[in-house]
């Protein structure tokens, strides 16, 4: 019980917690946002794949392959 109430008095030991307490509402809040937007970041990194792979087939062939700009 005196453990308890010294673990409570403590306040380098709260700061540790509150350390934690941060650090998991953090990872919450990413999981949280990485899942609303998962769709749109595969689709992300899809797109940027396919256009490292077109640059990477330009410079094995020497054949520029013309730009499509999205607008």
Do not use: C
Not at 14 to 42: C, E, H, Q
Not at 43 to 71: N, S, V, W
């Amino acid at each position: 019980m005196e453990n308890l109430k010294e673990l409570w008095r403590n306040e380098s030991r709260a700061t540790a917690v509150d350390y934690v307490l941060i650090a998991g509402i953090t990872a919450a809040a990413m999981g949280a946002v990485i899942g609303t937007f998962r769709k749109s970041l595969t689709e992300l990194f899809d797109a940027i794949t396919g256009k490292m792979d077109e640059a990477q087939r330009e410079l094995q062939t020497g054949h520029p392959i013309p730009l499509r700009l999205p607008y």
